[in-house]
């Protein structure tokens, strides 16, 4: 529950489905308004790291995810709690994440500008791929596992990635970035962190 003297938190939540350019996103918007950005992969890049699991079984590399979504959620409570804004990103499964997000929201008064990031089917693809290959994607991730995989592409789309969180999405096509109105979306943001 949010302290009395504290302002209302807001949040900024970036999903949608992998390679959709979210982390993209996410850190454009972070130089641009100045705020600090926490994503899934990246805390679970640091406990491959840790754990030195560039070659984890499928079963601990899970594991590792699912600690990576504990640790995005402790930071979203931690900002919440003290109203600290920031941006927070991760392919959150409304399944899994619809109801967390609600309650977690709600003991706080708080309703977060919800950004909903979304591609055309071959670009995602074709970005999976591109990302795979690079030396800046951790190896941890095995991508090229899951571009190996007999359910590769579908993998990519079993879930339209669309929270049902209670607020409009604000949605953006990333299929091609330079089409972005980034003007236009920072000013929704700043309009809503005034309020």
Same mark, same amino acid.
């Given at each position: 529950?949010?302290?009395?003297?504290?302002?209302?938190?807001?949040?900024?939540?970036?999903?949608?489905?992998?390679?959709?350019?979210?982390?993209?996103?996410?850190?454009?918007?972070?130089?641009?308004?100045?705020?600090?950005?926490?994503?899934?992969?990246?805390?679970?890049?640091?406990?491959?790291?840790?754990?030195?699991?560039?070659?984890?079984?499928?079963?601990?590399?899970?594991?590792?995810?699912?600690?990576?979504?504990?640790?995005?959620?402790?930071?979203?409570?931690?900002?919440?709690?003290?109203?600290?804004?920031?941006?927070?990103?991760?392919?959150?499964?409304?399944?899994?994440?619809?109801?967390?997000?609600?309650?977690?929201?709600?003991?706080?008064?708080?309703?977060?500008?919800?950004?909903?990031?979304?591609?055309?089917?071959?670009?995602?693809?074709?970005?999976?791929?591109?990302?795979?290959?690079?030396?800046?994607? %951790?190896?941890? %991730?095995?991508?090229?596992?899951?571009?190996?995989?007999?359910?590769?592409?579908?993998?990519?789309?079993?879930?339209?990635?669309?929270?049902?969180?209670?607020?409009?999405?604000?949605?953006?096509?990333?299929?091609?970035?330079?089409?972005?109105?980034?003007?236009?979306?920072?000013?929704?943001?700043?309009?809503?962190?005034?309020?």
């Amino acid at each position: 529950m949010r302290p009395v003297d504290t302002p209302r938190p807001k949040l900024i939540l970036i999903s949608g489905p992998p390679a959709s350019g979210k982390s993209a996103l996410a850190e454009r918007l972070g130089r641009e308004l100045c705020l600090p950005v926490f994503s899934s992969d990246s805390f679970k890049e640091v406990l491959f790291d840790h754990f030195d699991s560039t070659d984890p079984g499928t079963e601990f590399r899970e594991t590792l995810g699912k600690i990576g979504f504990e640790l995005l959620y402790h930071a979203m409570k931690a900002c919440l709690t003290s109203g600290t804004t920031a941006i927070f990103e991760a392919n959150f499964h409304p399944a899994k994440n619809n109801d967390r997000l609600k309650t977690l929201f709600a003991g706080f008064d708080a309703v977060p500008f919800y950004i909903y990031c979304f591609a055309d089917r071959s670009v995602i693809d074709s970005r999976f791929r591109a990302r795979a290959t690079t030396e800046t994607r %951790h190896a941890g %991730h095995k991508d090229q596992e899951k571009i190996q995989s007999d359910r590769y592409p579908d993998m990519l789309f079993e879930s339209n990635f669309r929270l049902d969180i209670g607020t409009t999405p604000h949605e953006v096509d990333t299929t091609d970035f330079d089409t972005i109105d980034h003007g236009r979306l920072e000013s929704g943001i700043r309009t809503f962190l005034s309020r």
